[in-house]
């Protein structure tokens, strides 16, 4: 059984940067995408990056590219986003997903790590 699990969130400063980790298991990695979510209190989820199963193809919502990275190591099981010049508005709980190829659903989601961005 697929799972994900997100780490490095914490509290920082605007401005600053930070790198989430998405450690995956049960499956083969490099079988599935991943994406990048988050969720702000009030609001509804929000897609943020996701990278395919080859490494190279990316997409990114408007209103995160070019302050967000994500990236994969496959032979690490792991995805990561980073996160540059980070803005009080980016306060919200992140979640990592992973849907297998072809699949048009996330369907496999982490517990998600808080980010809370201070001004």
């Known amino acids: 059984q697929v799972q994900l699990v997100e780490s490095g969130g914490g509290l920082v400063q605007a401005g600053d940067s930070l790198r989430l980790s998405c450690a995956f298991s049960?499956?083969?990695?490099?079988?599935?995408?991943v994406g990048w979510f988050r969720q702000a209190p009030g609001k509804e989820r929000e897609f943020l990056a996701a990278?395919?199963?080859?490494?190279?193809?990316?997409h990114y919502a408007d209103s995160v590219k070019g302050r967000f990275t994500v990236d994969r190591d496959n032979s690490k099981n792991t995805a990561y986003l980073q996160m540059y010049s980070l803005k009080p508005e980016d306060t919200a709980v992140y979640y990592c997903?992973?849907?297998?190829?072809?699949?048009?659903?996330?369907?496999?989601w982490g517990q998600g790590t808080q980010v809370i961005v201070s001004s």
């Open positions: 990278r395919l199963w080859d490494d190279r193809t990316t």
């Open positions: 049960g499956s083969t990695f490099s079988m599935y995408v």
């Open positions: 997903a992973a849907k297998p190829r072809g699949e048009r659903n996330y369907n496999h």
